[in-house]
């Protein structure tokens, strides 16, 4: 298993961007231990219905705030208090904004250094997104906008929670320029194929046939990075989206969701449609599942051993680059890896397949 450093991406361990680090319906008031970049955090949501991630440990003694199921602070159900978490060991209640506003036992001024570190995240998608950055910024882009979620034709996804892959994240996103894979590893042949890198996004355009998702029939696909840890697939003209999301977990260490939203066919989709959309999901989760096992697998690729016909990997690891250096330095790696990208011998578009 390699880190970044083995990969050469830049001086930060863990990219910046905007990550999935939780399905919705995980997160309640029972505060929820989880492991993203390299730390321990803790989930919850607040009586208000907003949700928070914190990091883990109470500076008062290094109690973590969500690992506890016998404290009395547990029992009465005042670990999450309003929009508050108290620590279980001796009930430190700290604010939305990390700061410890009470301390139960003592009257003398709560210390100023008596605060955990929040994090800024969405509620979007089914999905609690959060941002990272290892410069401590705001974020500098948006997550992307998915116009067919309120559209009521189309059903919404539930995630499939896919685990954790040994790999580094680099090795998930070569797979947008991947071409050559197609056939051997989903039953192609791909018919048409190109990478277009612009800005924040990196972009693919394909068609190809899958023996198991459409037999017989044209799969064409635009598939597209939202910085560094969220893909969205539109299938056919958007009928169906695809949506995956990778947040690292430990340097060279990977957690993944899947979810697919379908259309009814209808102009409302009915309670009934769930069935055929949980159909279409587990179709897509299979084909994907062909990449996954690969990645699981696989010993890490530094440099891969690029000949004609494959993709534009050299610009995809460019393109990556500036979520792993200062966001100063991202318009100069933007620059050198925009562009649109044909494979040697491959028809870039349809019209110009024979």
Known sequence: MAGTEDYGLGPFTFPRGWFVVAEAKEVTNRPLAVRYFGQDLVLYRGESGKVYMVDAYCPHMGTHLAKNDSSYVVQDHVHVEGDNIRCPYHAWRFGPDGRCNQIPYSKAPIPAAAKIRTWKVEEKYNCIFAWHDPEGGEPDFDLPVITQWDDPAFVQW????????????????????????????????????????????????????????????????????????ILLSYFNGGYQVMFIAHTPVDDGRVKAWHGLLVNSGKEKAAPEDKDMQIAYQA?????????????????PCITPMAVPGDGPYSKAKIWYQQFYNPRSEAASFQARANGTYKV??????REDVA
């Not at 090795?171 to 924040?200: K, M, Q, R, S, W």
């Not at 179709?283 to 010993?299: E, H, M, P, V, Y």
Request: hydrophobic content about 35%; aromatic content about 10%; some cysteine.
């Open 344 to 349: 040697h011998g491959m028809p870039a578009v």
């Open 158 to 229: 539930d995630l499939d929670h896919l685990g954790e892959l040994p790999c580094h994240p680099k090795e998930i996103i070569d797979n947008i320029c991947d071409v050559a894979h197609l056939g051997p590893t989903h039953g192609g042949p791909c018919e048409y194929f190109h990478n277009v890198f612009n800005g924040i996004e990196a972009r693919q355009f394909q068609g190809s046939y899958h023996r198991d998702l459409a037999p017989g029939v044209m799969l064409e696909t635009d598939t597209f990075y939202t910085g560094p840890g």
């Open 283 to 299: 179709g897509s989760l299979k084909a994907f599942a062909q990449d996954f096992d690969i990645w699981r697998n696989k010993a």
